[in-house]
């Protein structure tokens, strides 16, 4: 889980510091005293969860929240108690009183980690559920940590490769574990056709049918004698 630590006290984002590096599911990716920094790396930076101090000059960490658009999971961390029933409002998932012990600590992260589980599993979920409506112009791939959503109409072609396809779209490739077989079962038929055991690909993304080989853009395609009879009466019926 990517987190980042705010504080205008150098000796409080140590602390932060050296509890987070105890627990193994916690990334400390960054520590700010500048807010205003700290935002700057929220703009092109992924980040689950902030442990944010509350009372800082210039910009109060009630202020700094209030001000993102799309807030990760937020542990307040501070030396002022008045502030509880403000951060509560703000839905945050901890606040943490200064000195922080250790096992205070623990009990707000392992919180933060079930409440970001759950968003993980939700997200999943719901990929999957909008992977297999064919009708949907989009459909979400998972690769690795990252789910792309990704619109059907941009997909050029698609390559098996063994236990993972390589999905060819107009913007990037991306790398899945699944088999064309399922692929297929959740892309449209009008559009999307095999024809080869290692390729599907895109008809509206064909810019050359030459002998058995199909180009599309850079790439050519092989076309199996397997699919070929039935690439071609694709073919012939758009015509």
Do not use: W
Not at 59 to 64: P, V, Y
Not at 178 to 206: C, E, G, Q
Request: glycine share 2%.
């Amino acid at each position: 889980m990517n987190c980042i630590a705010i504080d205008d006290e150098p000796m409080a984002l140590k602390v932060i510091q050296r509890f987070a590096d105890k627990v193994p599911f916690l990334d400390l990716q960054g520590t700010f005293q500048n807010p205003v920094k700290a935002m700057d790396y929220l703009q092109a930076n992924t980040v689950d969860l902030i442990f944010l101090d509350i009372q800082m000059p210039d910009l109060t960490g009630l202020q700094f929240l209030q001000s993102l658009s799309s807030p990760p999971l937020v542990i307040f961390t501070t030396a002022y108690s008045q502030y509880a029933l403000d951060s509560y409002e703000l839905d945050v998932v901890d606040y943490l009183l200064k000195p922080i012990p250790f096992d205070r600590f623990l009990k707000g992260v392992n919180k933060a980690y079930k409440l970001f589980l759950a968003a993980q599993d939700s997200a999943n979920s719901n990929a999957e559920d909008s992977s297999n409506d064919v009708d949907s112009p989009y459909m979400f791939l998972k690769s690795d940590t990252r789910i792309f959503k990704v619109k059907r109409a941009d997909i050029r072609y698609i390559e098996g490769m063994r236990d993972y396809i390589a999905v060819h779209t107009t913007e990037r490739r991306i790398m899945t574990l699944m088999s064309l077989t399922k692929m297929l079962d959740k892309l449209p038929s009008a559009d999307f056709i095999r024809v080869h055991k290692s390729y599907i690909i895109n008809l509206h993304h064909i810019t050359l049918i030459q002998h058995n080989r199909i180009t599309i853009g850079d790439k050519e395609i092989p076309i199996s004698n397997t699919y070929r009879e039935n690439f071609f009466h694709r073919i012939e019926q758009m015509q």
